[in-house]
């Protein structure tokens, strides 16, 4: 993530001696006009950055940019921007498309002059979008032909042509177009036309005319020009199949463009770098057609010497099924890719971006809170709270800047409104975050549903809070999306990321005054969990039960709780009751809150009224009776157990160190009750304290099934 000039665990990526991936590729060194040995001569990747959401994907496609910017040919686009959404106001649909309208802005960025060679001109891509876009001309709207094709036509400017030609040439279009178009003559024809006179007419050089003869291998074109132009147009217009097909003709005349850009001796001596087109958000139009094209003519033996790099939202694609898969570390040095020749898909590389490390939320949290005195714990806290995801880390350390040394934990730096921009009012964190990690369209669906642990207990959820239109079908069409999106499947969590889960749930109990949508969700989830009536018999009811107190633990309630926990201390293995005070003790908390359920200070999440600690390390003792005919000694340490565990895992709050030696001394006292566990508990009473200190989730030895009860 971006920390001033720094972009922290993407080493793999960006460094330059040894070189990473990028400056293997590009065949340049990051920032400098030096040159790198090329990994692929012959034949390039298709990369493509993989992740979910606030994984950095958009960062360092931003980053590669400026990298090359100057330097070597490079376009950046975002597919998920407004501009590849619809069309332009005023041309009809049939005459336009995500793809054709991404070629136009990757052509632009790619033209610009860099360091010892001049602009690039395309003439191959220029007469093709022209005829894409005459196929709406229906009218003879001349100044509405001249605003269309003048953008397209300077594709072809040289940098030393006359001032003004792309002006004139555009003129000279639009009047033979709406000449046609008073005559009753056919506008596109006359477009085509114009467009084939004006590259002959202006153009002497052998290449160019070259250009200006390449539709002549249109399919079907019979070696004419016009007539090539005049089908690509026809097939763009005739949609599905067909526009797919001329769609794929313009990639490649985009690619050809910049082939012939790097062909001959002097031109090879000037560009060093080859070009570079990043694609953001790939999994939206025109992300896939403009990869699936790529991938396809390579496929076919048509070679180019492009780098696309691409950020695609989790790795589930079926256009993408037989890429070949890394992790960005395995790519430090070298990539290891070969095709395979029989599978298109074969020629992507798919990159998986890891998260960033404790080191690295230490050092961007440093250098962000540079003016202010960081809490010792608030670092590794941060790190297990995000999971070392680098939207959250950075907007933290951004809210602990603002807010330090106010605040007591890292709910209310997430409930604290932060300013990201000077001219924007500040919003509370935890909104801006999930504006940027959630789909925005099933963000209300998803605030109800993060409490839920599987499909059935997330309809159960959906009858009772969501609107009626909202089925079973839609939960389980939402939960495959979350997981296509690249968010992890944790077995016995609806919303398996523990970052985003957290951010909805405090949204869900923010959501109105009283709190009443969240204790409704989670009563009704503790009356789903009491009900055994899938008639599963006594193991599928045991199963149950700790989920039920798990819910009745979030809405304040311990007792059912510590009473479970205490009588089947003697009974159930060890390490099966260890994971059940785990996930227990699980239980969202948010803070105190009166008898009507509003807040108990009147002030929100403060932090300053958490009663877990006090109940942990013991105070509360002497006003608590345990109940009659039970170990009062036993009850009231599973009791301090329980709330040492609840609050030390509780991902918004920084772990208690008096509260972490309370964990050891009661467990050690609890291993000495269990001569059987004697082991796994003396175990835990170790690693359980140092794992909340270093802001890691607590391990069950032997236990690889964090997310279960």
């Known amino acids: 993530m971006r920390v001033g000039t720094r972009l922290h665990g993407r080493g793999a990526l960006f460094d330059a001696d040894p070189a990473g991936l990028a400056p293997r590729l590009v065949g340049l060194r990051p920032h400098q006009h030096r040159t790198a040995k090329v990994e692929h001569p012959q034949e390039l990747p298709l990369v493509v950055l993989t992740g979910a959401r606030g994984l950095g994907k958009s960062a360092v496609l931003r980053e590669l940019r400026d990298a090359y910017k100057g330097h070597t040919p490079v376009a950046l686009i975002d597919c998920e921007q407004g501009e590849f959404a619809a069309p332009p106001s005023g041309r009809p649909a049939e005459a336009w498309s995500p793809v054709s309208q991404a070629l136009l802005v990757i052509a632009e960025q790619l033209a610009e002059p860099v360091t010892g060679a001049g602009r690039i001109q395309f003439p191959r891509l220029m007469s093709g979008l022209v005829a894409v876009a005459a196929g709406g001309w229906r009218d003879a709207d001349s100044e509405r032909i001249r605003r269309e094709v003048e953008r397209i036509l300077l594709l072809n400017e040289s940098g030393s042509w006359v001032t003004g030609f792309a002006g004139r040439w555009a003129g000279r279009v639009a009047a033979k177009v709406a000449a046609a178009a008073t005559g009753g003559g056919p506008l596109l024809s006359s477009a085509v036309e114009a467009t084939l006179e004006a590259i002959s007419d202006s153009v002497v050089h052998r290449r160019r005319q070259r250009a200006s003869t390449w539709y002549r291998d249109y399919p079907n074109a019979g070696g004419n020009a016009r007539r090539g132009l005049m089908l690509l147009s026809d097939h763009f217009r005739a949609g599905g199949t067909s526009r797919e097909h001329a769609e794929r003709y313009l990639v490649r005349a985009l690619l050809a463009d910049l082939g012939e850009a790097y062909a001959g001796m002097l031109p090879r001596m000037q560009r060093i770098g080859r070009p570079l087109v990043l694609l953001d958000n790939a999994q939206s139009p025109p992300g896939p057609g403009l990869v699936e094209a790529v991938l396809r003519d390579r496929a076919e033996g048509l070679g180019d010497q492009v780098v696309l790099i691409g950020g695609l939202r989790g790795d589930r694609r079926p256009a993408l099924r037989n890429a070949v898969h890394r992790a960005l570390p395995e790519v430090a040095r070298r990539s290891d890719w070969t095709p395979d020749p029989a599978a298109p898909s074969s020629r992507a590389l798919l990159v998986s971006l890891p998260p960033l490390s404790p080191d690295d939320t230490l050092h961007i949290i440093g250098a962000v809170c540079a003016e202010v005195a960081v809490p010792p714990q608030l670092p590794h806290a941060t790190h297990r709270l995000t999971g070392g995801n680098p939207l959250g880390i950075a907007l933290l350390a951004e809210s602990a800047a603002q807010h330090l040394p106010a605040v007591a934990s890292l709910g209310e730096l997430l409930t604290a409104p932060v300013r990201l921009h000077e001219d924007h009012d500040g919003e509370p964190a935890y909104l801006a975050l999930l504006d940027r990690l959630v789909p925005a369209d099933r963000l209300d669906e998803l605030t ?262």
Do not use: M
């Open 448 to 709: 109800v549903l993060a409490a839920a642990h599987d499909h059935d207990s997330a309809c159960a959820l959906a009858d009772e809070l969501l609107p009626d239109d909202f089925g079973p079908a839609d939960v389980r069409a939402l939960q495959t999306r979350l997981v296509t999106e690249g968010l992890p499947e944790v077995p016995g969590q609806f919303v398996g990321d523990l970052f985003v889960r957290t951010l909805l749930l405090l949204r869900l109990h923010h959501g109105d005054a009283d709190h009443g949508q969240w204790r409704k969700a989670h009563e009704t989830l503790i009356a789903y969990y009491a009900d055994d009536g899938d008639g599963g018999g006594p193991e599928a009811a045991a199963r149950r039960v700790p989920y039920r107190l798990h819910h009745e633990l979030a809405l304040g309630a311990g007792e059912p709780a510590v009473a479970y926990l205490r009588d089947a201390f003697h009974t159930q293995d060890t390490r099966a009751w260890l994971r059940s005070l785990r996930f227990i003790a699980s239980a969202p908390y948010f803070h105190a809150h009166d008898a009507e359920g509003h807040d108990a200070d009147g002030h929100g999440f403060t932090g300053h009224d958490d009663r877990r600690t006090a109940v942990a390390l013991g105070r509360t003792d002497a006003g608590h009776e345990p109940p009659r005919g039970v170990d009062a000694a036993l009850h009231l340490r599973i009791r301090r157990l329980l709330h040492a565990v609840w609050q030390l895992t509780d991902p918004l709050t920084l772990p208690d160190a008096k509260v972490c030696d309370r964990l050891r001394f009661e467990l050690e006292q609890l291993s000495n009750l269990r001569p059987a566990g004697n082991a796994l508990l003396w175990r835990a009473s170790r690693d359980w304290p140092e794992d909340a200190l270093a802001g890691r989730p607590l391990r069950v030895p032997d236990d690889d099934e964090d997310g279960e009860a």
